[in-house]
């Protein structure tokens, strides 16, 4: 039981990284990023990082839940457990935590070089 409970820990110690990566790209946005980025390209990175946060909050919350209903003395793969009671699996919270993190990424550096590429 020690593996899952283990991995629940590297979930979350990522998810929060992930969390405060992506509102501290938030808040910058809102100070610096007006003059580099479109406003387009700005509000889509946007909404990509408050879908990502809102999955990741799931994900933190899910986890004492997972924690407390793993099995004793099994293998079980925690991705495969359900985050509360009648919800879907944590793995689909945590596909949602990356895929709009990194769409967001892509967003954000390809409104960049194509911003310094019209502006010089």
């Known amino acids: 039981m020690g593996n899952q409970m283990e991995a629940l820990g ?3 110690d990522w998810s929060i990284w992930l969390v405060s990566l992506q509102t501290a790209v ?3 946005l ?16 946007v909404a990509c ?4 946060i809102i999955a990741a909050t799931f ?3 899910g986890i004492p839940s997972i924690a407390q209903r793993v099995p004793k ?3 079980a793969n ?3 457990l359900p985050v509360f009671e009648g ?8 596909l949602a935590e990356h895929v709009f993190f990194m769409v967001g990424l892509v967003i954000f550096a390809v409104d960049l070089m194509v911003s310094e590429k019209q502006a010089g």
């Open 26 to 28: 938030i808040g910058l």
């Open 30 to 45: 809102t100070v610096a990023g007006k003059d580099r980025m479109s406003r387009r390209g700005a509000m889509g990175v």
């Open 87 to 94: 919800w879907p699996i944590l793995w689909v919270f945590t």
């Open 49 to 52: 990082f408050v879908v990502s």
């Open 10 to 12: 590297f979930l979350k």
């Open 73 to 75: 003395g099994s293998e």
């Open 59 to 61: 994900v933190l919350g």
């Open 78 to 80: 925690v991705y495969l």
